[in-house]
């Protein structure tokens, strides 16, 4: 699809394109796409339903993929593209999902192509995946959003069960949108294809509190060395300095 000129900074590691992907007849989005020298993989990366793709959280995970040579490709949501408040149809967040993963595709030149996102995002895209599959290698949750504040259930997590590819869940243990009760189960039953990594502390935006000795951008790199330790291993990669890092 078109993309607008490049806009790029000085360190080639954190280089940006600007994007725009054209979703059906009436809805363009806008993307980011950051490409280091010798990237491995490629990951999707959708935002949550209240923050689009430069909320802080996003564009430091992205950055700090990039250190690890993998490419991400942030995205808007139509809704978020044009001011709006109330989230997509999920058919249209769905569509949009579709429509990105295949540009990165195109854009990327043949790099192994990982999906997912923050919340609202992650849990889109693996609808999209159970529906038909995306072409990708795994998903990849920042904090699914397995049911609303204060009323606990498993029903958001029943299209998990259609889905084919590895899926790694990056949970806090303090997240009001996900009582780890009931997400252990849910990991259970999906046996092989899911991982769980537990974040002692954080919250459903990955705050810790500061006894813990860690920051937002501490977080967004320890995050994103889970991650990528996670890609190399679907890739059949070792992955030590990753490892290390996410410990």
Not at 30 to 53: E, K, N, Q, Y
Not at 79 to 92: H, I, K, V
Not at 108 to 126: D, E, I, Q, W
Not at 152 to 163: C, E, I, N, T
Request: charged letters at 25%; hydrophobic letters at 45%; one cysteine or more.
């Amino acid at each position: 699809m078109a993309s607008s000129p490049k806009s790029r900074s000085d360190d080639p590691a954190r280089a940006v394109e600007n994007l725009t992907v054209a979703v059906d007849e009436q809805h363009r989005v806008s993307g980011l796409l950051s490409i280091p020298p010798g990237s491995r993989a490629c990951l999707v990366l959708a935002h949550g339903a209240g923050a689009g793709m430069h909320h802080p959280f996003l564009a430091g995970i992205a950055a700090a993929l990039a250190q690890h040579g993998i490419a991400a490709l942030r995205f808007q949501f139509p809704y978020m593209e044009e001011g709006r408040r109330r989230p997509d149809p999920p058919a249209l967040a769905h569509a949009t999902i579709r429509a990105v993963v295949a540009e990165a595709e195109r854009q990327t030149a043949g790099l192994p192509l990982f999906a997912g996102g923050k919340s609202f995002g992650g849990r889109m895209t693996a609808e999209a995946e159970a529906l038909k599959p995306l072409g990708v290698s795994g998903l990849v949750f920042l904090g699914f959003p397995l049911h609303p504040a204060g009323r606990p259930g498993d029903a958001r997590a029943r299209h998990l069960a259609d889905v084919g590819v590895p899926m790694l869940f990056l949970q806090g243990t303090r997240d009001q949108l996900a009582d780890l009760d009931l997400l252990r189960p849910v990991i259970k039953r999906l046996r092989s294809r899911a991982r769980l990594d537990i974040i002692e502390g954080a919250d459903h935006s990955f705050h810790v509190p500061s006894r813990h000795g860690m920051d937002d951008a501490a977080m967004r790199r320890s995050l994103a060395a889970r991650i990528t330790a996670w890609i190399d291993r679907r890739l059949g990669l070792r992955s030590g300095r990753s490892q290390r890092m996410a410990s």
